[in-house]
């Protein structure tokens, strides 16, 4: 995929429960770290009973590294129709994500209203020498 070795896995839920929404599809996944760098599937169960119809379009979604080090989805696109009982219902879609951002926060903790003391973590380096035995 654009370049990168990657392995082509379909996937599907083993047990679809009353009222959750799943993803079934393939996936490209790189070879040398396995980060998703493309899917494409849909929403799975769709949903179409006499009482309502929950129909989902097929779409695809791209991954790119962020920072260097972190995939994220980058665009996600769909154009299919679904098929509902009074007509057809064309769905075009195209989500772009931009400005991901780094998040960050600092925090507090708190032990019967007592603030806890800050732990203390040794600094990198090697570990310490044992006596010989």
Not at 20 to 39: A, C, H, I, K, P
Request: charged fraction near 20%.
């Amino acid at each position: 995929m654009d370049g990168t070795q990657c392995f082509v896995e379909f996937i599907a839920p083993k047990q679809i429960l009353s009222g959750q929404r799943y993803f079934q599809g393939t996936l490209w996944v790189r070879e040398t770290d396995f980060g998703v760098v493309r899917s494409e599937g849909q929403a799975v169960p769709q949903i179409d009973t006499l009482q309502k119809q929950n129909l989902f379009p097929h779409f695809t979604t791209i991954w790119k590294e962020v920072d260097a080090k972190w995939m994220f989805p980058v665009e996600t696109y769909a154009d299919d129709t679904l098929f509902f009982r009074d007509w057809p219902q064309r769905i075009r879609v195209d989500i772009r994500y931009v400005n991901y951002k780094k998040f960050g926060a600092q925090s507090t903790l708190t032990f019967d209203g007592q603030e806890a003391p800050p732990t203390q973590t040794p600094p990198p380096g090697p570990p310490p020498a044992t006596a010989p035995h």
